[in-house]
C-alpha cells in the first residue's frame, strides 16, 4: 500500500442554500480541484457521498451526475456511498484506499446534501431511516431520543447529577458556537451562553434545543493522491496517516449508549495505522450531533478515561489553548450538519488547520488532526487521522 | 495488487417475496458463507448493495444492519453502495479492489432490494430517480422512454424497418424466457412465443410489455477472497480477472443512445485487466432491461460489429450451443430484476456456470464468463470477467 496525501479541499458556506446538491457538490469539488493545481480531466475516480437526495430531490444514482457535472471523463467511474452522517468519511476513506492500493492516482471524494429546508415530520421521517426503521421507527425512537437516553446512562452510570451534567453538555455548546463566530463558513456564527441552552425549548429530555446540532445545506469535497504524487504539485499535501471504519447495527446490540462499540473499534484501527495515540493528537473535528455525543466521542479516543470527559469543555480543555482542541470549526452544533456532506468537510477543516490556514481559529502547531463522524444511532464509525 | 476469486455464492428465488430486505439479504449471505466453508465471524467486511430502501421500507443506512443480522464483528465495517441498478456489481467490483490491494483476506458483497410490491406510480416515480431527476424526469423520460428512443435511432440509424427490429427484439424475450423455464431461482418460469410479445400491451413505442424486465423481489451475495487463500478453502474458486466500471452522466450527454459510453469504458477496463477479448467469452449475463438493451450491449462488447447484433437471438446465436450464451438465468428479462441485488445475482449464475453446477441450463465448457449490469438511463457500468 502506498502512502497517500490530500491536496486541495474546497467547501460552500454550511447553511442554507438556494442550489441544487449538484450545484453545492459542483462548487465545492472544483474549489478543490483547482486548489490542487489540476483540472476535472485528471480525476481517475469520484467518490461521492449523499444521504437523502432522493427525498429532498427525487434524485438517488446522483454519482454520475456529479460526475458529468465536472466534466470527469467517462473512463473515471463515480460511485454513492451512503453511511448515513458517516457518508462523505467512508467516500473519502474508500477513495484514500484505492489510491493507495494503486487502483488509481488522483481521485476526488466529497459529499453534498440539502437538508435545511424539510420541514420538521419529513425531516425527522427520513432522519429515523438511519436507525434500524423495523424496530426502532415504530418505538418512536428519533436521534434526539437514543442521545437523551444515551445522556440519562452516562449520568447513572458515573455517578453525575443530571442537572450537574446538563450544564457541562451547555458548554460544549457554548464552546463550538464560540468557534463557529470564527468560521465565515458556520451555519451559526453566534456566541450563545450556558442559560440559552438550559433556557433552551425542550426536544427529548434532557436534550434541550441548543443541544442539539442543526440541519444544513451544503457541500465539501478533497483531492487524494499518491504522496509522492502530491508533492510533486503542491508544497503542502497532508498525508493521511491512518484509517478506520466500524460497524455496529441496530440498538437492540448496543446495550451500553455510553460507549460507541464501532467508534472504539474504528479509532483503534486508525491509532494502529498511524502509528500514534490519543496522546499525539492536536486537533479534532468529532461528531456532535448533540452534545452528549461529543463527551461520548473524546472518552473513546482516550483523550479522557471513561466517564471522566463529560466537563472538559467546562474547564476549557477542549478549546483553543486545550489539552485537544475539538471543533474548532464550530462543529456540528455551529458550523451545521448536511448529513452527506459533514464528513467532507472535517476533513477539510483539519487539512486547513494542519496547514495553518484557518486565521483566527487556527489551532497553534497543529501537526496530527484526527476526523471522527458517527453514522446513525452508533450504527457506523469512520475515523481519519492526518499529519502535515 | 492480488489475485482475487470467488468462493460461496446465494440468492434467493426472485419474485414476489413477504421478506423484508434484511431477511432475504441474510438468507442469500449466509447461503454463500456456509458454501465457503466458513463463517461470519470470518468476514473482514461487508459491501452491500440496496436502491430503494428508502422508500420501499423507510430504511437508509442498511449496510450496519444486515451486518448485524449476519452476526459479523464490530471491527468489519459495513458499507452501502447505491448505483441505480448496477449496485451490486459495483459494491462486489469494491469488495475485489480492497482484497486485491490486501485492505482485506475475505470479504462479503451483494444486494438486496424489495420492488415487486411498488404500485406503478410508485415504482414509476423511485425508479426514475437513477434519471437526472433535474431535466429528465420532469420531461417525461422514464426508463421505458429512454430505451425506446434507443431502439428507434437504432432501426434509423442500420436501415432496419421497425416492425423487422421489434421481430428480432421479441426473440430476445422469447430466449430468455425459454432460459428462465431451466432456472428455479426465476421470478418468470414460463416460454412465451414471438406473437405474446408484439401482441403484449404497448408500453413506450416500440416497447411493449414483454420486451421489458419485471420488477422483482430478492437478494444475492457472494464471498471474496485472495486466491490462495481462496484455493486452501475449496476446489474450484472461480477468478474475478478483470473488472471495469465508469460513468456517462445524464442522457444530454449521450447523444446516440445505440452506443453507450460508459459500458464501452467499462468493458475496455475489464477486457485488459483480464487478458482478453469478446472471442473469449463463453457464457454471458448482461443487462437486458429491454429487449433492445440486450442487442446493445453485445455490440457494446465486440461480440458483434455496431448494427449487426440484432438477430443474434433470432439465428440462435445467443441460445445455448450459440456464439457466445447470453442470459442462461432468464435475465433480468425472466430471473427478474430486484436493482439492488441484479448484478449479484449475475455474479452468482457465472461463477455456477463456471463450476459447471447449472444443471438443465448448464453452458458447456463454459471457462470465461462476463458480467454486466447497467445503472439507470447509461449513466453507470460496471463489468466483471470470470475464469474457472
Known amino acids: 500500500m502506498r502512502e497517500v496525501a490530500i491536496l486541495g479541499v474546497g467547501m460552500t458556506k454550511f447553511g442554507i442554500s438556494e442550489k441544487t446538491n449538484l450545484e453545492m457538490f459542483a462548487e465545492a469539488a472544483l474549489e478543490a480541484i483547482e486548489k490542487s493545481g489540476l483540472e476535472p480531466k485528471d480525476m481517475d475516480a469520484l467518490f461521492f457521498g449523499n444521504c437523502l437526495g432522493g427525498f429532498e430531490e427525487g434524485q438517488l444514482h446522483m454519482a454520475p451526475f456529479a460526475h458529468a457535472e465536472l466534466g470527469l471523463p467517462t473512463s473515471s467511474p463515480a460511485t454513492r456511498f451512503e453511511s448515513a452522517c458517516a457518508t462523505a468519511t467512508v467516500a473519502i476513506r474508500h477513495g484514500a484506499l484505492l489510491v493507495s492500493a494503486g487502483v488509481y492516482d488522483i481521485v476526488l471524494a466529497g459529499g453534498t446534501e440539502r437538508a435545511a429546508k424539510m420541514d420538521t415530520p419529513l425531516a425527522t421521517r427520513t432522519f429515523a431511516m438511519a436507525s434500524q426503521a423495523q424496530h426502532e421507527y415504530g418505538a418512536g425512537i428519533t436521534f434526539p431520543g437514543v442521545f437523551a437516553m444515551a445522556a440519562h446512562m452516562y449520568a447513572a452510570k458515573y455517578g453525575i447529577e443530571l442537572s450537574e451534567l446538563k450544564k457541562h453538555m451547555a458548554e460544549v455548546a457554548v464552546k463550538n458556537h464560540h468557534h463557529g463566530t470564527l468560521n465565515p463558513k458556520a451555519h451559526f456564527q453566534k456566541e450563545i451562553t450556558v442559560d440559552t441552552v438550559l433556557e433552551s425549548m425542550m426536544v427529548a429530555d434532557p436534550l434541550q ?21 502530491a508533492k510533486d504539485l ?27 462499540k464501532a467508534r472504539e473499534a474504528a479509532i483503534k484501527q486508525a491509532y494502529s495505522q498511524a502509528g500514534v495515540g490519543p496522546e499525539d493528537i492536536d486537533v479534532v473535528e468529532l461528531h456532535d450531533c448533540f452534545t452528549i455525543a461529543e463527551i461520548l466521542a473524546i ?17 476549557g480543555e477542549a478549546g483553543f489553548g486545550g489539552k485537544v482542541v475539538v471543533n474548532p470549526s464550530g462543529g456540528l452544533k455551529a458550523k451545521g450538519h448536511p448529513i452527506g456532506a459533514t464528513g467532507a468537510a472535517q476533513v477539510t477543516e483539519i487539512v486547513q488547520q494542519l496547514r495553518g490556514e484557518c486565521g483566527q481559529r487556527q489551532v497553534e502547531g497543529a501537526r496530527i488532526g484526527l476526523v471522527d463522524t458517527l453514522g446513525g444511532d452508533l450504527g457506523t464509525v469512520c475515523n481519519i487521522i492526518l499529519r502535515s
Open 299 to 315: 472518552e473513546s479516543f482516550g483523550f479522557y478515561e471513561f466517564g471522566k470527559g463529560y466537563d472538559a469543555a467546562t474547564k
Open 209 to 229: 434545543l441548543f443541544d442539539c446540532c442543526p440541519f444544513s445545506d451544503g457541500a465539501a469535497a478533497v483531492v487524494i493522491a499518491e504522496a509522492g504524487r
Open 234 to 260: 503542491m508544497d503542502n499535501p497532508i498525508t493521511i496517516a491512518g484509517m478506520g471504519q466500524a460497524s455496529c447495527g441496530p440498538l437492540y446490540l448496543q446495550r451500553d449508549l455510553t460507549r460507541v
